[in-house]
Protein backbone atom coordinates (compact mmCIF):
# COMPACT_ATOMS: atom_id res chain seq x y z
CA UNK A 1 0.00 0.00 0.00
CA UNK A 2 1.90 3.55 -0.99
CA UNK A 3 0.63 6.13 1.85
CA UNK A 4 2.35 9.02 -0.16
CA UNK A 5 0.48 11.71 -1.24
CA UNK A 6 1.10 15.40 -2.47
CA UNK A 7 -1.10 16.88 0.55
CA UNK A 8 -0.02 15.28 4.59
CA UNK A 9 -3.26 14.04 5.85
CA UNK A 10 -4.14 13.71 9.34
CA UNK A 11 -6.62 12.01 10.96
CA UNK A 12 -7.78 12.98 14.34
CA UNK A 13 -10.26 10.15 16.23
CA UNK A 14 -12.32 11.47 18.85
CA UNK A 15 -13.96 9.24 21.36
CA UNK A 16 -16.36 11.28 23.23
CA UNK A 17 -17.61 15.06 21.58
CA UNK A 18 -15.94 17.27 24.24
CA UNK A 19 -12.31 15.69 23.80
CA UNK A 20 -10.81 17.34 20.74
CA UNK A 21 -7.43 18.20 19.17
CA UNK A 22 -7.58 21.74 20.46
CA UNK A 23 -4.77 23.97 21.06
CA UNK A 24 -2.59 20.85 19.09
CA UNK A 25 -4.21 21.52 15.75
CA UNK A 26 -2.52 24.75 15.08
CA UNK A 27 1.27 23.49 14.58
CA UNK A 28 -0.74 20.63 12.91
CA UNK A 29 -1.74 22.66 10.45
CA UNK A 30 1.41 24.72 10.69
CA UNK A 31 3.96 21.50 9.43
CA UNK A 32 1.64 21.13 6.51
CA UNK A 33 -1.21 18.84 7.73
CA UNK A 34 -4.57 18.74 6.00
CA UNK A 35 -6.77 17.62 9.04
CA UNK A 36 -9.76 16.01 9.43
CA UNK A 37 -11.83 14.57 12.16
CA UNK A 38 -14.08 10.91 12.75
CA UNK A 39 -16.01 9.99 15.98
CA UNK A 40 -15.78 6.47 16.62
CA UNK A 41 -19.59 6.55 16.49
CA UNK A 42 -19.94 7.26 12.84
CA UNK A 43 -20.88 5.12 10.66
CA UNK A 44 -17.49 4.88 8.80
CA UNK A 45 -15.32 4.89 11.72
CA UNK A 46 -15.01 1.06 11.91
CA UNK A 47 -14.01 0.61 7.96
CA UNK A 48 -11.79 3.76 8.06
CA UNK A 49 -7.70 1.88 7.15
CA UNK A 50 -5.85 3.63 10.52
CA UNK A 51 -2.76 2.60 8.29
CA UNK A 52 -3.55 5.43 5.33
CA UNK A 53 -3.16 9.04 6.80
CA UNK A 54 0.29 10.42 7.83
CA UNK A 55 -0.42 11.25 11.15
CA UNK A 56 -2.67 9.49 13.33
CA UNK A 57 -4.11 11.54 16.45
CA UNK A 58 -6.19 9.57 19.21
CA UNK A 59 -7.30 11.81 21.96
CA UNK A 60 -9.03 11.25 25.19
CA UNK A 61 -12.35 10.23 26.49
CA UNK A 62 -13.80 8.66 29.77
CA UNK A 63 -13.33 5.14 29.18
CA UNK A 64 -10.80 2.29 29.84
CA UNK A 65 -8.98 0.34 27.35
CA UNK A 66 -10.00 -2.82 29.52
CA UNK A 67 -13.82 -1.54 28.88
CA UNK A 68 -14.57 -3.58 25.81
CA UNK A 69 -17.08 -5.43 26.77
CA UNK A 70 -19.09 -1.77 27.27
CA UNK A 71 -17.84 -0.32 24.28
CA UNK A 72 -16.94 -2.89 21.49
CA UNK A 73 -15.57 -0.64 18.91
CA UNK A 74 -12.24 -0.20 21.03
CA UNK A 75 -11.65 -3.83 20.04
CA UNK A 76 -11.94 -2.99 16.71
CA UNK A 77 -9.55 0.12 17.20
CA UNK A 78 -6.85 -1.71 19.02
CA UNK A 79 -6.91 -3.96 16.25
CA UNK A 80 -6.33 -1.71 13.18
CA UNK A 81 -3.84 0.64 15.68
CA UNK A 82 -1.60 -2.14 16.10
CA UNK A 83 -1.53 -2.77 12.60
CA UNK A 84 -0.57 1.05 11.90
CA UNK A 85 1.82 0.97 15.07
CA UNK A 86 3.35 -2.35 13.54
CA UNK A 87 4.24 -0.35 10.05
CA UNK A 88 5.89 2.33 12.44
CA UNK A 89 3.36 5.09 10.88
CA UNK A 90 3.72 8.70 13.18
CA UNK A 91 0.56 8.53 15.97
CA UNK A 92 -0.08 10.66 18.50
CA UNK A 93 -1.84 9.18 21.79
CA UNK A 94 -3.26 11.84 24.67
CA UNK A 95 -4.56 10.62 27.73
CA UNK A 96 -7.18 7.58 27.07
CA UNK A 97 -5.31 7.34 23.11
CA UNK A 98 -1.88 7.23 24.74
CA UNK A 99 -3.26 4.34 26.73
CA UNK A 100 -4.69 2.20 23.26
CA UNK A 101 -0.97 2.53 22.36
CA UNK A 102 0.23 1.02 25.19
CA UNK A 103 -1.74 -1.35 25.31
CA UNK A 104 -1.37 -2.25 21.59
CA UNK A 105 2.34 -2.36 22.29
CA UNK A 106 1.33 -5.04 24.42
CA UNK A 107 1.31 -3.07 28.15
CA UNK A 108 -1.36 -3.78 30.76
CA UNK A 109 -3.48 -0.61 30.79
CA UNK A 110 -5.74 -0.56 34.37
CA UNK A 111 -7.35 1.76 36.92
CA UNK A 112 -4.33 3.71 39.23
CA UNK A 113 -4.16 4.16 43.08
CA UNK A 114 -5.72 7.90 42.41
CA UNK A 115 -7.09 10.17 40.47
CA UNK A 116 -4.92 12.52 39.06
CA UNK A 117 -6.73 16.15 37.93
CA UNK A 118 -5.23 19.65 38.09
CA UNK A 119 -2.72 21.98 36.83
CA UNK A 120 0.86 20.48 37.86
CA UNK A 121 4.25 20.18 35.75
CA UNK A 122 5.50 17.10 34.18
CA UNK A 123 9.15 16.23 35.37
CA UNK A 124 10.85 15.68 32.10
CA UNK A 125 13.81 13.27 31.70
CA UNK A 126 16.77 15.32 30.64
CA UNK A 127 19.04 12.65 29.91
CA UNK A 128 16.81 11.50 26.34
CA UNK A 129 18.16 13.05 23.56
CA UNK A 130 16.00 15.55 21.72
CA UNK A 131 12.97 15.16 24.67
CA UNK A 132 9.90 16.82 22.89
CA UNK A 133 8.86 17.28 26.47
CA UNK A 134 11.66 19.46 27.19
CA UNK A 135 9.06 22.69 25.64
CA UNK A 136 6.69 21.86 29.08
CA UNK A 137 9.49 21.85 31.43
CA UNK A 138 8.65 23.80 34.66
CA UNK A 139 5.15 24.55 33.00
CA UNK A 140 2.15 23.19 34.35
CA UNK A 141 -0.11 21.74 32.01
CA UNK A 142 -3.44 20.05 32.67
CA UNK A 143 -3.78 16.27 33.86
CA UNK A 144 -7.44 14.78 34.21
CA UNK A 145 -7.18 10.51 34.54
CA UNK A 146 -7.14 7.72 36.73
CA UNK A 147 -6.03 5.10 34.39
CA UNK A 148 -2.15 3.82 34.03
CA UNK A 149 -0.26 1.07 32.41
CA UNK A 150 3.04 -1.09 32.22
CA UNK A 151 6.06 0.48 30.62
CA UNK A 152 5.83 -1.27 27.11
CA UNK A 153 8.71 -2.85 25.53
CA UNK A 154 11.07 -1.13 23.27
CA UNK A 155 9.91 2.54 24.38
CA UNK A 156 11.57 5.78 26.00
CA UNK A 157 9.80 7.21 28.99
CA UNK A 158 9.77 10.91 28.91
CA UNK A 159 8.38 12.55 31.79
CA UNK A 160 6.80 11.34 35.56
CA UNK A 161 4.62 12.97 38.04
CA UNK A 162 4.39 12.18 41.81
CA UNK A 163 1.25 10.11 41.06
CA UNK A 164 2.17 8.55 37.69
CA UNK A 165 5.59 7.55 36.56
CA UNK A 166 4.53 6.87 33.48
CA UNK A 167 3.50 10.11 31.80
CA UNK A 168 4.53 10.31 28.50
CA UNK A 169 6.69 7.82 26.14
CA UNK A 170 8.00 7.75 22.40
CA UNK A 171 8.49 4.32 20.92
CA UNK A 172 11.04 5.96 17.68
CA UNK A 173 10.92 9.21 16.43
CA UNK A 174 7.07 8.41 14.90
CA UNK A 175 5.25 6.97 18.10
CA UNK A 176 4.38 9.81 20.80
CA UNK A 177 2.19 8.79 23.73
CA UNK A 178 0.95 11.63 26.20
CA UNK A 179 -0.80 10.81 29.38
CA UNK A 180 -1.53 15.05 30.14
CA UNK A 181 -3.43 17.44 28.44
CA UNK A 182 -1.36 20.04 27.39
CA UNK A 183 -3.71 20.75 24.40
CA UNK A 184 -6.35 21.90 27.01
CA UNK A 185 -6.12 25.60 28.74
CA UNK A 186 -8.06 27.92 26.02
CA UNK A 187 -10.34 25.54 24.58
CA UNK A 188 -14.47 26.65 25.88
CA UNK A 189 -14.97 22.73 25.92
CA UNK A 190 -13.21 22.75 29.89
CA UNK A 191 -16.60 23.81 30.74
CA UNK A 192 -18.00 20.33 29.79
CA UNK A 193 -15.12 18.69 31.46
CA UNK A 194 -16.00 20.25 34.49
CA UNK A 195 -19.78 19.94 34.11
CA UNK A 196 -19.41 15.89 33.52
CA UNK A 197 -17.00 15.00 36.10
CA UNK A 198 -16.98 17.51 38.87
CA UNK A 199 -16.80 14.02 40.92
CA UNK A 200 -13.44 13.64 39.77
CA UNK A 201 -12.10 16.82 40.41
CA UNK A 202 -13.37 16.31 43.97
CA UNK A 203 -11.82 12.78 44.21
CA UNK A 204 -8.43 14.16 43.26
CA UNK A 205 -8.82 16.94 46.28
CA UNK A 206 -9.94 19.50 44.50
CA UNK A 207 -12.31 21.54 43.69
CA UNK A 208 -13.98 22.68 40.57
CA UNK A 209 -14.35 26.03 40.75
CA UNK A 210 -11.21 26.89 42.05
CA UNK A 211 -10.05 24.34 39.03
CA UNK A 212 -11.71 26.81 36.58
CA UNK A 213 -9.90 29.72 37.79
CA UNK A 214 -6.23 27.83 37.65
CA UNK A 215 -7.22 27.18 34.27
CA UNK A 216 -7.89 30.78 32.86
CA UNK A 217 -4.42 31.83 35.10
CA UNK A 218 -2.58 28.70 33.54
CA UNK A 219 -3.86 27.67 30.77
CA UNK A 220 -2.81 30.34 27.78
CA UNK A 221 1.10 29.37 29.02
CA UNK A 222 0.13 25.47 29.40
CA UNK A 223 -0.86 25.77 25.50
CA UNK A 224 1.32 27.21 24.01
CA UNK A 225 4.32 25.04 25.22
CA UNK A 226 1.98 21.70 24.43
CA UNK A 227 2.43 23.55 21.37
CA UNK A 228 5.86 23.83 21.02
CA UNK A 229 6.11 19.94 22.35
CA UNK A 230 3.68 19.12 19.73
CA UNK A 231 5.86 21.29 17.28
CA UNK A 232 9.24 19.93 17.87
CA UNK A 233 8.26 16.49 18.10
CA UNK A 234 6.34 16.55 14.42
CA UNK A 235 9.52 18.19 13.06
CA UNK A 236 11.42 14.71 14.33
CA UNK A 237 9.50 12.34 12.44
CA UNK A 238 11.02 9.89 10.24
Request: glycine letters at 10%; a negative charge; charged letters at 20%.
Amino acid sequence: MAYSSAVKTALIIRHVPHEGVAGYRQPIEAAGYSVSRVDVTDPEFSSLDLREPDLLIMMGGPMGVYEQDAHPWITCQMRRLSLRLMADRPTLGVCFGAQMIAGALGATVYPGATKEVGFHPVSVDTSVADNPLSHIDAVPVLHWHGDTFTRPDGVEMLGSTSAYDHQAFRRGRNVLALQFHAEMGEDPRFDAWLEQWPDAVIDAGGCPLALRETHDALGPAAVAAGRAMIGAWLSQLN
